[in-house]
């Protein structure tokens, strides 16, 4: 325990900490998993300094450094980001002074619903906002069980340490709405151990989600005047081999074949409160819904429309999930493989590889259907 709990997993001679909060330092875990042991890497949950003020001196040590990706700016450009806020501005509570005072170099970065590898344990990483936009929990098994260090998602079973930081601005309930869906997301990972970034470990239960669910529904109903519902795909069936997703932001389109198999045009954000605006992030409240209601087993390829980030802003998740390949027209290829090359609206800033080009009146051949 430090300024937030900190989770150290040894291997052999070596250590990977999730988080390290502010005063702790490489050779406090001498002797930990042997003689000349020592800390590898340390996996970030979210930019709030106490739980990554100490993250430079382990780096200084060797350490490498993982970051959510989705927060890099708070936490590599955390100087600049201070230098330029408006110490007056009192309706955006999202401020960068809770960050880290000096600029991290990471190492790596934590990508939505990838994974992680270090020393044959595979570190699943779960976007989890709520706490903050672009917090992430890491799942992994060891000692035959499922594990998941939650960050500040939630301090115990029930509660949370810290609840304003979900208010990501002024009576806004975006904050609000995202943490309630991660609690959703959580409970539904069949989990045998969570990690608490302020608590103690606990053994999840289905009261240990509700009890903290069921007061920050009825507070969403107390402000709007309605119960909060949590996003679920609507499938409307257009054709026999058609589906449409109605209420993703943009629309989903999902072509399937006799035998499971899919490809999808366009996928949109899918969550009641969705981060569509920078950051950009894609919350996948859409595939566990594929195979239950569709029988989907597996995305083959995704077709994007154009590159815009509410059209695009599911792939990385299929591809993850589904090893999904992607097709596109020549004039999108460059903008999707190296989007930090234009400075163009709505671009989806993690880069993504182009697996085919269809030319102007070539025909894309799919599962004997010709687009």
């Not at 695009?312 to 299929?318: D, K, N, Q, R």
Request: aromatic content about 14%.
């Amino acid at each position: 325990e430090d300024t937030c709990c900190i989770y150290a997993i040894c291997v052999n001679d070596k250590i990977l900490l999730i988080d390290c909060g502010t005063h702790l330092r490489s050779e406090d875990f001498e002797g930990l998993s042997g003689k000349d042991c020592s800390v590898e890497r340390i996996l970030l949950t979210h930019f709030h300094r106490d739980q990554c003020a100490a993250a430079n001196r382990f780096q200084a040590s060797g350490t490498e450094i993982f970051i959510p990706f989705v927060e890099r700016r708070f936490l590599e450009e955390t100087d600049l980001l201070k230098a330029s806020y408006d110490t007056y501005d009192n309706y955006t509570s999202y401020y960068p002074g809770r960050g880290m005072l000096t600029d991290i170099h990471s190492n790596g970065y934590a990508y939505d619903y990838e994974s992680i590898m270090w020393c044959g344990i595979r570190f699943y990483v779960v976007p989890l906002p709520g706490h903050t936009f672009g917090s992430v929990g890491y799942q992994f098994e060891i000692d035959g069980k499922r594990v998941l260090a939650c960050g500040d998602l939630m301090s115990s079973p029930g509660k949370v340490q810290q609840y304003f930081w979900s208010q990501w601005s002024y009576m806004s309930f975006q904050g609000h709405v995202n943490h309630l869906e991660s609690l959703q997301t959580v409970a539904n990972l069949e989990l045998d151990l969570i990690l608490p970034g302020h608590g103690k470990p606990f053994i999840p239960t289905p009261a240990a989600f509700t009890e903290l669910q069921e007061p920050m529904e009825e507070l969403y109903e107390l402000f709007h005047g309605h119960a909060f519902q949590y996003y679920r795909p609507e499938f409307r069936q257009l054709t026999s081999h058609v589906y449409e997703v109605v209420n993703s932001v943009a629309r989903t389109y999902i072509v399937q074949d006799e035998s499971s198999h899919a490809l999808l045009i366009d996928c949109g954000y899918t969550s009641n409160a969705p981060i569509s605006a920078n950051p950009h992030r894609f919350i996948d409240h859409l595939t566990p819904y594929l195979k239950t209601e569709l029988g989907v087993e597996v995305v083959e390829w995704f077709l994007p429309s154009h590159y815009h980030d509410d059209h695009l802003a599911g792939y990385p998740a299929l591809k993850a999930q589904y090893d999904t390949k992607l097709a596109s027209s020549p004039e999108l290829k460059d903008i999707l493989e190296s989007p930090k090359n234009y400075d163009m609206p709505c671009l989806m800033p993690q880069g993504i590889q182009v697996d085919q080009v269809i030319k102007r009146g070539q025909a894309f051949h799919w599962r004997g259907i010709d687009f």
